[in-house]
């Protein structure tokens, strides 16, 4: 047990070193190209990566999360879903190919989107042929490797994009970054993963994990639908120019609930996969992660959405302005898209495979009526604001499922969330009142937006991680130094 939790705490440093140090680079190459390229130019890309989203889908088909919940998967098990993941990322690329102008007619019929999406979708060639490797690393919770994949093909990646952008290749810097990134990753981790496919294609091993794959893929679906039917809706009823603005609105606001979720789950599935079989402990690691999850979690997102403006302004000047609203409505949303995902990570461990799906089949129910009770009102933060309301009641039937499958109690689930929360929201209330007081100056006005919103935004982040970390101290909250102590213990063993 105590190498599990060393292991727990490496796989945690990693993740955390992974996700900080990628999203540093992403959000660099970001602020580049969202200061060269227009909204039409992200509008355009936006659309193809609705396409692009269910193409990956398709080709993981779920079985990816299934050797992840497996307790001991063979070699014929992941050689066998590689084989399959290939053919079907071929088959669908393929079909895709020949769809191009029909993609284009959705989107008002624009035809520049013919030729980037015939690029664009070799990425999820790209990535499935990187899934088993990725997979067998989280499995043996040794994730070293895939942090070093995402920052060296982040740098090339982005390097390629931003020449291409200062050069005058417009959308096309964003389509061949993506595949940059996608081909760097993937043959950084066939050259050091240690693994090749040897075993080939067995229809056993396929069968056996088919029930369990079959039912993430099922929610998974769904779960894309619900992530990227906003964007098909905005491109097609709006204009390409609102996709755009939704698109970088998006794309921040997930930059910490991706982040953390991709924490949580390569670093605790694979944990509690092996302890699935003792309730008593599962129970306790249970509560451990919920509180851990909430310590990370609500200083995070709200200390971003009360940052928005700052943050909008100190990158992008007033380019970017009319996203500010929407980022800030889908970070706070990203909180109950997180917790969703930890809950149903819980059932996953569990192979309470059914009950995921009936969450996905709340979300996508509950996204239907939003979209339909806002859409009317032809505006996109309306649009968003619906977005928000969906996931915070979808949160709270993820719970019901998660209680009513594992005999937890509600009242529990939520206690443990609520020490970071309270903490959290005392600390955005100080930022905000520093915020509000600092533009009642009248040195701040006369400052560019550029500096004025530098200055807001570190002064923010300065001030509400000193009263956290008091309150915290205050109130002798234990993630505080447990997460201290997992760190000095993780670099002393090494």
């Avoid at 005999?407 to 443990?416: K, L, N, P, Q």
Wanted: proline residues 2%.
């Amino acid at each position: 047990m105590e190498d599990l939790k060393l292991k727990t705490a490496r796989t945690l440093k990693w993740n955390a070193i992974d996700r900080i140090s990628s999203q540093l680079l992403y959000a660099v190459v970001g602020v580049v190209l969202a200061n060269i390229l227009s909204p039409e130019d992200f509008g355009l890309v936006g659309a193809l990566l609705v396409f692009q989203a269910f193409a990956i889908l398709f080709v993981d088909s779920g079985f990816g999360a299934a050797l992840l919940q497996r307790k001991d998967p063979t070699e014929r098990d992941y050689s066998t879903v590689f084989w399959f993941n290939l053919a079907v990322s071929i088959g669908v690329y393929v079909i895709l190919y020949f769809c191009a102008p029909f993609i284009a007619d959705i989107f008002q019929g624009d035809k520049r989107l013919i030729p980037l999406s015939k690029v664009m979708f070799l990425t999820f060639i790209l990535n499935g042929l990187a899934i088993v490797q990725t997979n067998r690393l989280m499995k043996r919770m040794d994730v070293k490797q895939i942090a070093v994949s995402n920052v060296v093909a982040l740098v090339i990646s982005g390097g390629v994009g931003v020449w291409l952008a200062l050069t005058g290749y417009g959308p096309w810097a964003l389509v061949w970054q993506s595949v940059a990134l996608a081909a760097v990753k993937s043959g950084w981790l066939w050259i050091t993963g240690g693994w090749l496919p040897r075993a080939g294609f067995h229809l056993n091993s396929l069968k056996k994990i088919w029930r369990i794959g079959m039912s993430v893929f099922s929610s998974s679906t769904l779960n894309t639908l619900c992530q990227n039917i906003y964007s098909f809706i905005i491109g097609a009823f709006y204009n390409l120019a609102s996709l755009g603005l939704y698109t970088q609105a998006d794309k921040w606001s997930k930059m910490g609930s991706a982040s953390i979720s991709q924490i949580l789950t390569s670093s605790f599935v694979p944990l509690l996969s092996r302890v699935q079989d003792d309730g008593e402990t599962f129970r306790r690691y249970v509560t451990k992660i919920n509180r851990f999850t909430a310590f990370m979690l609500f200083p995070v997102m709200l200390g971003i959405s009360i940052l928005g403006a700052p943050l909008f302004h100190a990158l992008f000047a007033a380019k970017w302005d009319g996203a500010i609203i929407l980022f800030q409505i889908l970070t706070v949303r990203g909180i109950f898209v997180v917790l969703t995902s930890l809950y149903s990570n819980y059932l996953l461990a569990l192979g309470y495979a059914k009950r995921l799906f009936a969450i996905e089949v709340a979300k996508d129910v509950l996204i239907l009526v939003a979209i339909l009770s806002t859409v009317w009102f032809e505006s996109v933060t309306i649009l968003v604001w619906g977005q928000l309301i969906a996931s915070l009641i979808t949160y709270f039937i993820s719970l019901a499922i998660l209680c009513r499958a594992t005999g937890y109690r509600a009242s529990e689930m939520i206690r443990d969330l609520m020490p970071s929360l309270t903490i959290s929201l005392t600390a955005c209330v100080a930022v905000a009142v520093g915020l509000w007081v600092s533009t009642l100056s009248s040195s701040f006005a006369a400052m560019s937006l550029h500096v004025s919103g530098l200055i807001q935004l570190f002064a923010g982040l300065a001030l509400g991680l000193v009263i956290y970390i008091f309150l915290c101290r205050l109130t002798r909250l234990p993630e505080l130094p447990e997460a201290l102590a997992y760190l000095l213990k993780v670099k002393n063993k090494k």
